[in-house]
């Protein structure tokens, strides 16, 4: 009982203030006990304490570093991860007996340097204790990150940094934003787009230009986007800010906070299909039967996130002012719709005869939406390419890729536009789509591309996936029409139509066939 209520006096200390984390950071020298003159380097970083170098103990060789959490002026640190909360810290018990904590009470004197006395247990027992003084303390502290968390560029606009620089005279500060230890694909990335960069100690996918300033506080602007010549948008993942003093030690010239960036987002365009009449090959009247965009968006929604997108709920555009909207906020977007050679159409989900804006007499007059390049541009923001973070485009409709729309779509700043020269059947969608995205995830339901197929070794590009979706949706969809229909369409050369009509429109410098779509990214902003 006496233990539970010590705890929750402890705990109330906390919760009441006193000390902060930000008062134990900094260089400390050991004045007193063994280790005379040595130095213990104290860094904070979110509330949570690190101490970068233990001392060494007799049988134990060099000790690993200790983290924990102050509490007033006091503060608990352990070679165990600090992923405990510091009731179970101060409680102990169990097997982390075993590992080595370090117990600290701040002293404070009038008109004397801060002094901390440093105690050392394991398995209970005190082995070593020290009493440091501050020798120095931070210059720098990191005050704010906005956003921290989910940071969207095209939603949030620029990363917001605030520091605080202490001391009595100008220093020179740089901001950078630094990959992880652990960062998988994206190291892997940034290696390979970034090689200058690799065996550095820290690998600075955003470099900030060193400012001098005054002591007090400071805010800079990050664009969230990367070093390199496409200036791409961060990709998705944790990344380190540091705020640096140039030419100081860095236990007390380095602060650092953790970041976020939210995981790039990707649009299905897929106005509601009507049931509505058409025509066949033979000029018979029809009945559309396409599959409802709500389940298709859903399906597709599964697929996108194989790659590591984001997609929006399911939902039906109705009006061609949210292509553009949805267009200019997107990494990746897939369009499935009708289409004509200068663009794409869109349905009204019902036969209203008054729809807002213009309407053609395509295949249903009244719900007919047209929209050509200069109505995209019409609700596109009002900025010089406009898609430049747009990585690709990904159209199934008839016939879109036989005229310019491809073309104009790049010019606007998308990197690859794959697209149909021809009619395209509507139930043939699904089997595309969903193929190539398995394609470039690397996934069992999908296909491996062959040693240097189509120029690239082996590589899961864009390109290749769409030809090879291509084929692979021909012999499905042909498949499953009834033997009657597979020798119509066969008889009038439509037995492979996606084959035979798509396109790939790429900007200039871009090769389709090595452009990668794993990790999720945007596209290339300078193309």
Not at 388 to 401: F, K, N, P, Q, W
Not at 410 to 425: H, I, M, R, T, Y
Request: aromatic share 6%; glycine share 10%; hydrophobic share 40%.
């Amino acid at each position: 009982m006496q233990r539970v209520t010590w705890i929750v006096g402890v705990l109330a200390c906390v919760a009441a203030g006193g000390a902060q984390a930000g008062d134990f950071q900094g260089r400390w020298r050991v004045v007193a006990q063994a280790d005379v003159g040595a130095h213990r380097t104290l860094r904070e970083r979110g509330g949570r304490l690190s101490l970068l170098d233990p001392p060494t103990l007799p049988g134990a060789g060099r000790g690993r570093p200790l983290y924990g959490a102050s509490f007033g002026d006091k503060a608990e640190l352990s070679s165990q991860p600090a992923t405990r909360g510091v009731a179970q810290v101060l409680a102990g018990g169990g097997a982390e007996d075993a590992t080595l904590r370090l117990s600290l009470k701040l002293v404070r004197r009038p008109d004397k340097p801060l002094q901390a006395k440093a105690t050392y247990r394991r398995d209970g027992q005190v082995v070593l204790r020290e009493w440091w003084e501050l020798e120095q303390a931070p210059l720098i502290e990191l005050v704010s990150l906005w956003p921290r968390v989910n940071y969207d560029v095209k939603r949030d606009g620029p990363l917001r940094v605030t520091y605080r620089l202490r001391g009595d005279r100008p220093r020179r500060v740089r901001v950078c934003v630094e990959l992880p230890a652990a960062a998988g694909p994206r190291y892997a990335f940034y290696s390979e787009v970034m090689p200058q960069r690799v065996g550095c100690p820290a690998f600075e996918v955003v470099r900030g230009f060193a400012l001098t300033r005054e002591p007090g506080e400071h805010s800079v602007d990050l664009s969230g986007r990367d070093d390199t010549q496409a200036r791409r948008i961060l990709l998705a993942g944790s990344y380190r800010v540091s705020v640096t003093v140039e030419g100081v030690d860095p236990g007390i010239g380095r602060a650092e906070g953790s970041l976020t960036v939210a995981a790039p987002r990707a649009e299905h365009l897929a106005p509601q299909w009507l049931a509505h009449p058409s025509t066949d090959l033979e000029g018979n009247r029809t009945v559309d039967d396409s599959p409802d965009a709500t389940a298709r968006q859903r399906r597709l929604g599964k697929e996108l996130g194989l790659l590591g997108n984001r997609t929006p709920g399911p939902q039906t555009l109705l009006e061609p002012d949210d292509f553009g909207h949805r267009m200019a906020r997107a990494a990746a977007v897939v369009i499935e719709t009708h289409g004509y050679s200068q663009g794409v159409a869109t349905y009204l989900p019902t036969g209203d005869e008054q729809p807002i804006g213009r309407s053609r007499p395509l295949e249903l007059a009244a719900g007919t939406f047209l929209i050509d390049a200069k109505r995209l541009i019409q609700n596109l923001p009002n900025e010089p390419k406009p898609l430049r973070d747009l990585h690709y485009v990904l159209i199934y409709a008839c016939e879109t890729g036989r005229g310019k729309f491809p073309e104009r779509l790049v010019e606007l700043g998308v990197d690859v536009v794959v697209a149909f020269n021809q009619k395209v059947p509507t139930s043939g969608a699904p089997f595309w789509t969903e193929r190539l995205f398995h394609d470039l995830a690397g996934s069992e339901q999908g296909a491996a591309p062959a040693e240097g197929a189509e120029g690239a070794a082996g590589v899961r590009s864009l390109g290749w996936a769409a030809r090879e979706a291509a084929t692979f949706a021909d012999g499905a969809w042909f498949a499953a029409l009834s033997l009657q229909d597979q020798a119509r369409v066969k008889a009038v050369g439509w037995d492979k139509p996606l084959q035979t009509s798509i396109t790939i429109t790429t900007a200039s410098g871009l090769d389709a066939d090595r452009e990668r779509a794993l990790p999720a990214r945007h596209g290339n902003s300078t193309n």
